[in-house]
């Protein structure tokens, strides 16, 4: 079974482009996570959907940053304008339904790296 | 505010030498506790949790862990590493009281030197 897949695996862009982020969950999951990791701030939350509806949202640093599950298998984070300051790795985790086997168990992505110059 | 610490940003050790990481969270109230790894360049993986029962939990690649409810602590131990093991290590909790947040730690990385 392939595993939760990102795409692209890197970006450079120039500020105030619009980037996009794709992410495909592991089938089945009915869980997905974004998560951005710097070396400042380490892995943060920013959102995340449960049977493709955002749940949380307090982690979307501002306006710039929109994030979309339109069906099971697609999500995507979007950041218009960028900035020097969202270079990060973007990571995307997906999770099953919860039972007490595999809670808390979240699959993530090989992640995308993004550079704003 | 719920939190975890990961009190060592960098954890050095030689190969074949036991290693501790160390992880404390905010609160004792019911919780589930996880370790991942992130090897160069990868995602997370999960290395092992603990969700109820027996406080001594194993998991993959010869590492252990700790549950301390008293300390709030859930240390990850090995007794011998290796080169490996060259990777990030982040603690997890996720809160009975908000089942579907995990809170990560800052995480530790950690170096063998042969």
């Known amino acids: 079974d392939a595993g939760v897949i990102q795409s692209p695996r890197h970006e450079v862009t120039e500020m105030g482009q619009e980037v996009t982020l794709r992410c495909k969950p592991i089938s089945g999951h009915n869980s997905l996570f974004w998560y951005r990791q710097t070396m400042m701030r380490g892995l943060e939350l920013l959102i995340y959907?449960?049977?493709?509806?955002?749940?949380?949202d307090s982690g979307m640093p501002e306006d710039r940053f929109s994030a979309k599950m339109p069906n099971a298998s697609f999500s995507t984070l979007k950041i218009q304008p960028s900035e020097p300051r969202d270079s990060a790795v973007y990571f995307c985790a997906s999770r099953p339904r919860q039972g007490m086997e595999n809670t808390g168990e979240l699959f993530f992505g090989e992640g995308s790296r993004l550079t704003v110059l | 505010a719920q939190s975890v610490t990961q009190l060592d940003s960098q954890v050095p050790v030689f190969e074949e030498a036991p290693v501790e990481l160390r992880c404390n969270y905010s609160?004792?109230?019911?919780?589930?506790l996880f370790w991942y790894v992130q090897y160069p360049n990868q995602g997370l993986q999960l290395l092992l949790k603990?969700?109820?029962?027996?406080?001594l939990v194993k998991g993959i690649n010869g590492f252990e862990a700790e549950f301390n409810k008293s300390q709030t602590s859930f240390h990850l131990r090995k007794p011998s590493v290796h080169i490996s093991d060259t990777a990030e290590y982040f603690c997890a909790v996720i809160w009975y009281s908000s089942a579907s947040k995990i809170i990560f730690g800052s995480g530790t990385r950690l170096s063998i030197r042969p």
């Open positions: 959907f449960n049977n493709n509806v955002p749940i949380d």
């Open positions: 603990y969700l109820s029962g027996s406080t």
């Open positions: 609160s004792s109230v019911s919780v589930y």
